[in-house]
C-alpha cells in the first residue's frame, strides 16, 4: 500500500496486487490477483477487478461493476455495469 489509500470493510486485496497513492475502495470490493491500480483510482463499493486487469490514474469504478480479467481501465466506469477488453469496453449493463 502506498500513502493516504483508503481501504473500506470487507475488501479483499490479493496476491500480487498493487494498490497506488490516494485510491479509495469501498466496501465489499474485491481486487483480484496481479490488479494495478495507479493513483487516485476510487474503486465503488461491492466492485469486483478481475485478474491482471489495470486502472490510469484518477479513474472511478462504479458501484457493484465487474472489470474483466486483464482489462485496461482508461475512462471512468459507470455503476452497475461489466466491461471487458483493451481498453475496456461496455458488454453488460445491470
Same mark, same amino acid.
Given at each position: 500500500?502506498?500513502?493516504? *489509500? ?18 479509495? /475502495? ?14 487516485? *483510482?476510487? *474503486? ?39 466491461? *471487458?477488453?483493451?481498453?475496456?469496453? /461496455?458488454?453488460?449493463?445491470?
Amino acid at each position: 500500500m502506498q500513502p493516504d *489509500v483508503i481501504i473500506g470493510k470487507h475488501v479483499i486485496i490479493n496476491t500480487c496486487a498493487s494498490v497506488d497513492h490516494d485510491c479509495k /475502495l469501498e466496501d465489499f470490493v474485491h481486487i483480484a490477483p496481479c490488479v494495478h491500480l495507479a493513483g487516485g *483510482v476510487l *474503486v465503488g463499493e461491492g466492485s469486483l477487478l478481475g485478474v491482471g486487469s489495470s486502472v490510469i490514474p484518477y479513474r472511478r469504478i462504479g458501484k457493484w461493476s465487474i472489470v474483466g480479467a486483464g482489462s485496461v481501465i482508461v475512462n471512468d466506469i459507470p455503476d452497475h455495469v461489466t466491461v *471487458v477488453g483493451v481498453p475496456a469496453k /461496455l458488454i453488460k449493463q445491470g
